[in-house]
């Protein structure tokens, strides 16, 4: 008699060859039981024999209709693409359950090398959980704390598990202001290194041709904040990236253009502004006017979640120091 927490499925392979869907020696089915402690598997020819715990099973049934999906797809199936279905089960909230991988609780995405983008730091997994359970959400805070990559590693795995049809990232071009034109080359010579950090992360989570082909047919769409203008963004991951140097009005035109079925990010460091002296920034802005909206979130980094070198947080905290003690050296009045 089975355990009450127990229950056993037994699943029937019909749109796929076993043996291109399990794997060389069961290689794959393998991966999936490391991932699932909780469940035996069991396969005989085209039949797989599962008993565990109820969630589990059921979320390895998806699991296994997923790569049948993608081995249909694509001919063949990889030990990523195993691992990339495994990530999105484990997090996806649109299915039954939310299970922690061993190994890979705070994993957001696999790459194409073999390795793996994590949420590593407490401010990184809040970002991963509020993008998950929020439309817009705005991650402010310095430089290094991975932000940015976050943002587009999340913006890649809801491409890739089909939450959203296309990825939209910006901008603001801020320090070429007027003298776009000024560059040589054409305009996306003139705008092309204001946008190389978006497309590095990119570069780092999408195989090499795949995003040329992204890239072509505007699945995938890197642009200048200034270019949002008059735009409707349906189904689609957008994120503003440098938004300190997104004025006011920029900042409400491009909040007004997502659309039906669509999330937003908007990473930023209210240290770095760019703008002119007397130019309010929209993301300062966007803290006071927005804080109250249901769906709209705010996560804020600071130091300790910085991942670049290790003097970087020496730098941030120093130059922490410097501007307090400056602000709090109010001069005397003059009389």
């Not at 589990?56 to 279905?85: F, S």
């Not at 497309?199 to 890239?215: H, I, Q, V, W």
């Amino acid at each position: 008699m089975n355990d009450n927490n127990t229950i056993e499925k037994r699943l029937q392979i019909e749109k796929a060859e076993p043996l291109l869907l399990f794997g060389f020696n069961d290689i794959y089915l393998k991966r999936i039981e490391r991932a699932f402690p909780n469940v035996q598997i069991t396969a005989r020819g085209d039949q797989v024999h599962l008993s565990g715990e109820p969630s589990e099973v059921n979320t390895i049934q998806r699991v296994l209709n997923e790569m049948t999906a993608l081995l249909n797809r694509n001919g063949n199936l990889t030990e990523n693409d195993v691992d990339t279905v495994l990530a999105l089960f484990a997090h996806n909230s649109g299915s039954a359950a939310s299970l922690p991988l061993k190994g890979s609780h705070h994993t957001v995405l696999f790459t194409p090398s073999g390795g793996s983008v994590k949420a590593k730091t407490p401010n990184q997994i809040c970002l991963v959980d509020s993008a998950r359970k929020n439309d817009i959400v705005f991650a402010i805070g310095p430089a290094g704390t991975g932000k940015t990559y976050t943002a587009v590693a999340l913006a890649v795995a809801a491409l890739k598990s089909k939450q959203v049809k296309r990825i939209v990232l910006c901008r603001p071009a801020v320090e070429a202001g007027e003298r776009l034109g000024f560059l040589p080359g054409d305009m996306k010579e003139k705008i092309d290194p204001y946008l190389r950090p978006l497309y590095d992360a990119l570069e780092d989570m999408l195989p090499k041709e795949k995003l040329k082909s992204f890239m072509e047919s505007n699945v995938v769409e890197i642009v200048p904040l200034a270019f949002m203008r008059g735009r409707t963004l349906n189904s689609a991951f957008v994120i503003l990236d440098e938004a300190q140097n997104a004025t006011a009005l920029q900042m409400k035109m491009f909040l007004t253009r997502i659309g039906a079925n669509s999330r937003c990010i908007i990473t930023g460091d209210l240290t770095q502004t760019d703008l002119p002296m007397r130019e309010i920034s929209g993301l300062s802005e966007a803290r006071e006017i927005l804080i109250e909206i249901d769906g709209v979130n705010f996560v804020y980094f600071d130091e300790r979640d910085v991942v670049r070198h290790r003097l970087v947080k020496e730098i941030i905290n120093a130059y922490s120091r410097f501007f307090d003690d400056r602000n709090n050296a109010k001069p005397e009045s003059k009389k």
